[in-house]
């Protein structure tokens, strides 16, 4: 029997990363076993040497690192980094873990297939420190939250937001480990959305199956069907 006939276009992802690459992992282990119907093209990463990098090898997807340092501006990396990730055709640019900030001219070259995850229940603690911020301010709630990328940092339109707990003893690092466990969870079912064409980004707004979404995006719930 042939399974041609299923068998849709593939849309190609470039992840970008900067570090461990387990939410790199999450997608490579997705893609491997069907949740998510695209390929992983390429990882691209600006930092040599890191684990994201190795992962990306032991899996035979081309990895490639792009020391920032060698630029003389943020500008003359960034635009090295768009030509890199234009090469590889991709459908969908990925940022994770990925500790650039990106201006407005790199944002706008990728404007609507570019989408990042930030440890915070956005639109709260936008930038660094997230999870020592949630403890310092008392929030019994932390999170992630996978949003589409625009120039302002952080501030694009929320697509899928898990919500944790904060317990009593929790230290940045323990609170970072339980929500980490769900970025894994949410990071490629908000693309594989995309992937099916169900999620776009529409006049700076996240539309879901034709319904725009909320300040926090959809809030994933493991016992729904997303
Ligand atoms: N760029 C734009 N324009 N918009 C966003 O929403 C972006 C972005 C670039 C990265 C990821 C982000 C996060 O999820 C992200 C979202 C790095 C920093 C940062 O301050 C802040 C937020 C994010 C990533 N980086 C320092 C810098 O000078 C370097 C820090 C370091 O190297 O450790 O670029 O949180
Ligand atoms: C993740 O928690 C991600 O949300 C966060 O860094 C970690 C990367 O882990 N991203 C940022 O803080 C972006 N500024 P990983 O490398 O194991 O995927």
């Known amino acids: 029997m042939t399974e041609q006939l299923a068998v849709g ?5 470039v992840v ?4 461990g690459g387990s939410n790199l992992q999450s997608f490579i282990d997705a893609c491997a076993n069907g949740s998510l119907e695209g390929q992983v093209a390429a990882v691209i990463s600006n930092k040599a040497g890191v684990k994201g990098l190795d992962r990306a090898a032991a899996a035979d997807i081309p990895n490639i690192a792009i020391d920032h340092r060698a630029f003389d501006s943020r500008e003359d990396f960034e635009q090295n980094l768009g030509e890199l990730i234009e090469s590889f055709a991709p ?3 990925v940022l994770a873990g990925f500790m650039r ?3 407005a001219q790199f944002v706008n070259r ?3 297939k570019l989408i990042n995850i930030h440890p915070s229940l956005l639109p709260a603690y936008p930038g660094l420190h997230t999870h020592q911020r949630a403890i310092d301010a008392g929030d019994k709630k932390a999170g992630a939250t996978v949003h589409f990328v625009t120039p ?10 898990a919500q944790v707990p904060v317990l009593p003893n929790d230290s940045a690092d323990s609170l970072a480990e339980r929500v980490l466990r769900f970025e894994h969870k949410i990071y490629p079912a908000a693309a594989q959305w995309f992937c ?3 999620l776009r980004m529409e006049n700076g707004l996240a539309v879901l199956d034709g319904k ?7 809030i994933f719930n493991e016992s729904a069907e997303q």
Do not use: C, W
């Open 101 to 103: 900030i990106l201006t």
């Open 91 to 93: 459908d969908l640019v």
């Open 16 to 19: 970008l990363i900067s570090g």
């Open 152 to 161: 302002e940092l952080d501030g694009g339109p929320s697509v899928l937001q």
């Open 212 to 218: 725009v979404l909320s300040e926090n995006g959809v």
């Open 110 to 112: 990728f404007l609507g």
């Open 196 to 198: 099916e064409g169900r």
């Open 9 to 13: 276009k593939e849309l190609r992802l």
